[in-house]
C-alpha cells in the first residue's frame, strides 16, 4: 500500500496568515492527489484533485501543487472558517490511502 | 442538487453484522460510482473500498477482504455497505461519497456504528 505523510501535524496559525501543508508519498503517485477539508462532526469536503485543480465552488485562495512524491496545499490568506483538518488522498492505486491529516487552529 | 442521505446510527454487539444505507439524489446513479471511508473516533479517514453503481464491480480494502461486501440498488438509487462479524475497532463514523474520477466529491452526513457488548 502507498503511504502518506503529512506536515506538519498540527500548526497554530492567524487569520490572514499564508499556510502551507505538505503531503509526501511512499512512492510516485504522478497527480492522483486529492485534499479534503474536515471540520468537527461533519463529513470531509473536497477542496482539490488531481493535485491542482480546484473543486467546483471552493474559494481561490485555496492551491495545491506538486506531482510524483511531494505535493502542497497552500491557503494564501487564512479565514476563520478555514480552521479545520486537512487530508491529503491518493488516488494513484488501490487502496486509495489518507494522510493522517493536518489540524491547524487559531492561534 | 447531489445529496446522499445515510441511515441512522446504530449499535451492535461484538460478532453481529451491520448495513449502512445511502441514498442518492440530484444526479444520474448509475453515472458515477460510491466509496465508502470510515473514521474512528478521534481518529483518521479509512478508505473501505468503492462500487460502481453503473454495473455493481467493487474495490474493497484487503485488510476488509471477506468482512465487506457493497451493493447498490439503481432502482432506488441507493448504495450499501455490509459488514460483519463486528469488532469494536470498527466502532466508527461510516461515510458514503459519490465517486467523480476517483476522488469523493459529494458526500453523506455519516452514519455513527458502536460495536459494544
Given at each position: ?27 510516485g ?8 477539508q474536515q471540520?468537527p ?8 484533485y ?12 485555496f492551491?495545491?501543487?506538486?506531482s ?7 491557503i494564501?490568506?487564512?479565514?476563520p472558517?478555514d480552521f479545520?483538518?486537512?487530508?491529503c ?6 487502496p486509495?490511502?489518507f ?9 | 442538487?447531489v445529496?446522499?442521505v445515510?441511515s ?7 460478532g ?6 445511502c ?15 470510515r ?6 479517514l ?11 464491480n467493487?474495490?474493497?480494502a ?11 440498488d ?7 455497505m455490509e ?11 461510516y ?14 452526513q455519516g452514519t455513527?456504528?458502536t460495536?459494544?457488548s
Open positions: 500500500d502507498i503511504q502518506l505523510t503529512q506536515s506538519p501535524s498540527f500548526l497554530s496559525a492567524s487569520v490572514g496568515d499564508r499556510v502551507t501543508i505538505t503531503c509526501r508519498a511512499s512512492q503517485i504522478s497527480s492522483y492527489l486529492a485534499w479534503y471540520k462532526g461533519k463529513a470531509p469536503k473536497l477542496l482539490i488531481a493535485a491542482s485543480t480546484l473543486q467546483s465552488g471552493v474559494p481561490s485562495r492551491s495545491g501543487s506538486g510524483g512524491t511531494e505535493f502542497t496545499l497552500t494564501s490568506s487564512l479565514q472558517e479545520a483538518t486537512y487530508y488522498q491518493q488516488l494513484n492505486s488501490y486509495f490511502t494522510g493522517p491529516g493536518t489540524k491547524v487552529d487559531i492561534k | 442538487q445529496q446522499l445515510q441512522g446510527a446504530e449499535v451492535k454487539k461484538p453481529a453484522s451491520v448495513k449502512v444505507s441514498k442518492a439524489s440530484g444526479y444520474t446513479f448509475t453515472s458515477y460510482g460510491i466509496s465508502w471511508v473514521q474512528a473516533p478521534g481518529q483518521g479509512e478508505w473501505m473500498g468503492w462500487i460502481s453503481a453503473y454495473n455493481g467493487t474495490n474493497y484487503q485488510k476488509l477482504q471477506g468482512r465487506v461486501t457493497m451493493t447498490t439503481t432502482s432506488t438509487s441507493t448504495a450499501y459488514l460483519r462479524s463486528l469488532r469494536s475497532d470498527d466502532t466508527a463514523v461515510y458514503c461519497a459519490r465517486d467523480h474520477l476517483d476522488v469523493g466529491d459529494y458526500w453523506g455513527l456504528v460495536v459494544s
